[in-house]
């Protein structure tokens, strides 16, 4: 049918920023005898109350293909509604249900669903390792709502798919927006009705593809359709997002030197303090993250906000906050992953097992290491065979325990802190002999390592941290029980000392600790008077640990 000529003149501006002719110039036809009034699309015409001739809400077009062009230009046309329902008597989709229509999104939300499946888990257990609330993960599963560029990112490495959830995110973004604009998206049928492909598509298993032969010919027709200013003018909005919204390098090495000196201090700063550090910045790189930018700059962005992430999950399992330490290690897991840095990874790995290991899920501690056994690093190959050692230890494995602690010994170094785990140097080395030798019931390795250790720290080299050199004196005490001749007053002496020192900055992991020695005295040894202050002190310590 002819369109009449829109009553607005060239160049006039609609009101939203785009210019008259980039709405296709068209009239609306006549309605039940009432002279036609200059048309928009739907999406647009719900919040223009001003607009001549229209009522809010009042949208009534569909849109169909144009019989006038070999290309798929879509253009619109008047259409009664049928209310409730998204189609109309004829079976054609209303304007407001092409607006609300995402056939991207709705793959992706198949594509989940059978993902989920063959992955034997659930939402849940996907909130809780990608580090987002159930309730974003379900809206995306279920199709409700397009997730967010961190979201799939998540779902991409928990979910492995070759960044097929991120393709398809990126789609059903893509398609919401330009349907807000009344556009249909190329190559998406508005209706259910078959419509011939135009010249230049080939049509395969229902399936439609650009024949590059005739793409040249085509390309003034593309450049006609009415709807592409209003895109372009998109496209430039995200550019100059993409160049003016992003963090500055001043600002970005500003972070980047304040993650470098947290590393530094996390051993011996006091938590209380640390936290407050931490958590500013991690809000500051998560507002950062929310924008957009180049993929040079959202590779140092996410890598700090990987670190930032895993300081607080660290922070969390320090005062025996466990749920919280192991969302933040989902989600710095997630930036690790993306962006491949084994310091991170690995790090991340070691809290993870920690948890696992404080909560006496021993296999899972060491199945959370035998996952980045493929990644090395010579800063953290030490920590995680450390750490295979306890595990392996308390499950009664002796012979593993004691090859990863050989391990452990030839892979330890004396590098500096950086972001991520403490590493382990020579007196780590001897603090984790001392500490695994009393799983293994080992007197004279417990004997022989225990003083090396608590010696070694006093020397505040780099793998200083007081939470390990607390755990180093725990280890000399308990030298002082085992073996056939056990002095439990210089035990209690030596024990005592680390309550002494520090009483409200003791982790939870010390804590424990001074428990385990407590409960390794003997009934006649209560009576000591020594043995007997230190029963007392250890009864008035509050649980968990402190900030």
Request: aromatic share 6%; charged share 20%; glycine share 8%.
């Amino acid at each position: 049918m002819a369109l009449a000529t829109s009553s607005l003149s060239r160049g006039a501006d609609t009101g939203f920023g785009i210019p008259a002719e980039g709405l296709g110039g068209v009239t609306k036809p006549p309605r039940n005898n009432v002279p036609g009034s200059p048309a928009m699309p739907g999406a647009l015409s719900r919040y223009s109350p001003g607009w001549p001739g229209w009522a809010a809400g009042s949208s009534h077009d569909t849109l169909r293909r144009s019989s006038a062009t070999e290309c798929n230009i879509w253009v619109l046309v008047p259409q009664r509604l049928v209310a409730p329902s998204d189609k109309d008597a004829a079976g054609r989709f209303t304007v407001e249900a092409e607006r609300q229509r995402n056939d991207a999104l709705d793959e992706l939300a198949t594509m989940l669903q059978s993902l989920i499946e063959d992955n034997a888990t659930n939402i849940s257990r996907l909130a809780e390792r990608t580090g987002f609330k159930r309730q974003q993960v379900s809206r995306a599963v279920n199709g409700r709502e397009v997730p967010s560029p961190d979201l799939s990112d998540a779902l991409d490495v928990v979910l492995p798919c070759g960044g097929a959830i991120r393709r398809l995110r990126d789609a059903a973004d893509r398609e919401k927006r330009a349907r807000r604009l009344g556009v249909v998206p190329p190559m998406r049928r508005p209706t259910d009705e078959y419509v011939p492909a135009a010249q230049g598509i080939v049509v395969s298993n229902d399936v439609r593809t650009i024949d590059q032969e005739v793409v040249s010919t085509n390309r003034r027709e593309f450049a006609a359709i009415p709807a592409l200013p209003a895109l372009s003018a998109l496209a430039a909005s995200t550019r100059q997002r993409i160049e003016t919204g992003s963090a500055s390098d001043r600002t970005l090495d500003e972070l980047e030197s304040d993650v470098d000196e947290i590393a530094q201090v996390y051993g011996s700063a006091p938590h209380l303090a640390l936290l407050g550090e931490v958590a500013g910045r991690w809000k500051q790189i998560e507002s950062i993250l929310d924008g957009r930018m180049s993929a040079g700059t959202r590779t140092r962005v996410t890598l700090l906000g990987g670190q930032l992430t895993y300081f607080l999950g660290r922070l969390a399992f320090n005062t025996n906050d466990f749920r919280s330490a192991r969302r933040f290690a989902g989600l710095a897991g997630t930036y690790a992953h993306e962006i491949g840095e084994p310091v991170l990874i690995m790090s991340v790995a070691a809290l993870q097992s920690s948890v696992a290991y404080h909560t006496q899920r021993y296999r899972q501690a060491v199945a959370a290491l035998s996952i980045v056994r493929h990644v090395r690093h010579p800063y953290m190959d030490a920590r995680i065979a450390a750490y295979e050692a306890r595990a392996y230890a308390k499950m009664g494995d002796h012979d593993n325990a004691r090859a990863a602690l050989n391990r452990m010994e030839a892979a330890s170094c004396s590098m500096a802190p950086m972001p991520g785990e403490t590493p382990v140097g020579p007196a780590a080395v001897a603090m984790f002999r001392s500490g695994v030798a009393i799983s293994l019931d080992d007197a004279d390795m417990v004997q022989e390592w225990a003083p090396i250790a608590v010696a070694g720290y006093r020397r505040k080299g780099s793998d200083f941290t007081v939470e390990e050199s607390q755990h180093a004196v725990m280890s000399y005490a308990s030298s002082y029980l085992v073996g056939p001749d056990p002095e439990p007053e210089e035990a209690a002496r030596v024990a005592m000392g680390v309550i002494s020192t520090a009483p409200d900055a003791l982790t939870h992991t010390v804590k424990a600790r001074l428990r385990q020695c407590a409960s390794s005295f003997s009934p006649t040894h209560h009576r000591l008077p020594a043995v007997a202050s230190y029963l007392e002190a250890c009864r008035t310590l509050p649980a968990g640990g402190t900030v």
